[in-house]
Every structure is written in structure tokens, then in C-alpha cells.
């Protein structure tokens, strides 16, 4: 069976609601506030006019037809909810290495055609630079940090425009979910200039992000399937390396398919191994 990271997500959620899904400092959300957050994300993204613009069969294999969104965050439930309620838009989120300089950071929003970017605080100096030269990038949602920085001009706070969001989900728009649309994951550079890399939804999940049985390597003949397995979830995991890293959400995406919860470390701009033991 073909598979949507939104359908997937939807489902675990109504079958697994008070279970917890993101572990981070203080906060403690559930698998049904994360589904309400990443409903709102993907309602007020469509409303900013994200979404998909063309479908898979009127496009070549390497083009994309839908809108692209910019995760430039540090590891946080913000960066998980941003894939998947972008995912519920059908719009594509794209990793952003947030150790980049202004002119790299330029390339990779220019190179990607990015419309929407979603930005912690530390990184609003960095952007700040380049905003000018990106008129396509036209939705800004700002994170909060402990840096102190102001809102970028432009930008809206994150938790203010998803508390104002409407967290109904339309039939309309579930119905539009497609296991043609896009995963994209971007190179970091280092044999040459970062690539943006697509699969369709129905081709990394069995590939990479949990679509397998564990031991078998089975694939799930169907959502029920999977959903039953899920309810018996409720394995922590514990993601070190930064999510703008492929095998770190992959590792989460992992956890999401089997019911788990994601367990994140306090300090999360380096590696601090005593607050991970901790």
C-alpha cells in the first residue's frame, strides 16, 4: 500500500491520543496537541496560499509542484510539527543547516524556491541579511528563543499565528493527501553545492523513515495494520544529532510510525552529554 506521512500521523493520533509524542524541557505534548498543533500549522500555511500547485503526473521526476517550506530551527517540537503540519498543507519542508553563513543560507532558500521559512530567534541576524534578496520567500513565523532577538520585520510569532488557527481539519483537504507528494531532504554541501533530494511520501517511508517491520523488514500491508501496532507503542527515544540532519528525523519519523514518543535533550544548540545523561 501506498503511504501519506499525513494519514499516518492523523491515524496514530486517534488511535494513541494521551500517549506522549514530544518530550521537550518543560513542555509535554500529547500525540492529539501535537495532531491540533500540526492541524493548525498546515490550515494557516494554506491560508497563507502553500500547497500543492501541480500534481505528480503533469511533472517530470526531478521537478516539484508543490510549495516549499524552510525549517531553520534548532531541535525542538517546533521542527517536527513544522514537517508535519506542512505535510498536511501539501507543502514541502526542507531542512536548512543552521551553521551556514548568509551567502550559503541565500543559495539554499534561492535554490529551493522556498515560500514559507519557519526560524528560531538565534538565526533571525542571519536572515535578516539575505531577506532582501529572496522576494519569493513571503511567509516568516518566527520561534522564540533565549536570544533575546526581535521579531524580524516581517515575520509573525510562531505561537501567536497557531493559537489564532483554526485546528479543524476539512474532508477537503484530507482527501487531497496523495502518496505522490513530496519528501525532500537537501545535501549540506560538502562535494559541492547543497542538493535538494525528493522521493515521493509512498517511497521514503519504507526506504527510510519507519515503514518496515521491525525484524522482518516487512512492509505494512495497510494503515490498520500499522495503527494496531502502534497502540502497543510507547517506546522514549532520545534524538542527539541536530534535525536539520537527515538520520536524526528520520530516527523520529521512525518512532512516530510505532506510537513512540520523542524524548529531546534541555541543551540542544551542541552536543552537552551530561544534560543528555541527565
Known amino acids: 500500500m501506498d503511504f501519506n506521512l499525513a494519514d499516518i500521523h492523523e ?18 505534548l500529547t500525540w492529539a496537541q501535537i495532531n491540533d498543533r500540526s492541524r493548525r500549522l498546515g490550515n494557516l500555511l ?66 529551493s524556491a522556498a515560500k514559507g521559512i519557519i526560524f528560531h530567534s538565534a538565526f533571525a541576524p542571519t536572515l535578516a541579511e539575505v531577506r532582501d534578496r529572496l522576494p519569493g520567500l513571503t511567509v516568516l ?14 515575520a509573525e ?40 533530494v525528493m522521493w515521493r511520501q509512498a517511497d521514503i517511508w519504507p526506504a527510510a523513515l519507519g515503514g518496515r517491520k521491525l525484524g522482518t523488514a516487512d512492509e505494512w500491508s495497510d494503515l490498520d495494520e500499522l495503527v494496531a501496532n502502534a497502540v502497543n507503542g510507547g517506546v522514549r527515544l532520545m534524538p542527539l544529532a541536530p534535525f536539520m540532519h537527515g538520520a536524526a528525523h528520520w530516527m523520529a ?12 535533550p534541555n541543551v540542544v544548540d551542541r552536543l552537552d552529554p551530561v544534560d543528555a545523561l541527565t
Open 46 to 111: 494554506r491560508a497563507y496560499g502553500l500547497g500543492t500547485v501541480r500534481e505528480r503526473d503533469g511533472l517530470a521526476g526531478w521537478e516539484s509542484g508543490q510549495d516549499h517550506l524552510a525549517l531553520y530551527l534548532h531541535n525542538g517540537s517546533e521542527y517536527l510539527e513544522g514537517m508535519i503540519g506542512a505535510y498536511k498543507a501539501r507543502s514541502v519542508p526542507f531542512n536548512v543547516n543552521y551553521r551556514y553563513v548568509a551567502e550559503e543560507l541565500e543559495y539554499l532558500l534561492g535554490d
Open 141 to 154: 513565523l518566527q520561534v522564540a528563543d533565549d536570544s533575546g532577538n526581535d521579531l524580524l520585520d516581517g
Open 253 to 264: 519519523f521512525n518512532a512516530f510510525g510505532g506510537g513512540n514518543t520523542i524524548v529531546l
Open 157 to 196: 510569532w510562531y505561537e501567536d499565528v497557531l493559537a489564532a488557527a483554526s485546528p479543524e481539519l476539512s474532508d477537503e483537504v484530507r482527501s487531497a493527501w496523495s502518496s505522490d507528494d513530496l519528501y525532500v531532504l537537501y545535501t549540506g554541501g560538502t562535494t559541492g553545492m547543497p542538493k535538494g
Open 11 to 28: 491515524a496514530i493520533a486517534a488511535a494513541a491520543p494521551d500517549r506522549e509524542c514530544i518530550v521537550h524541557d518543560e513542555r509535554r
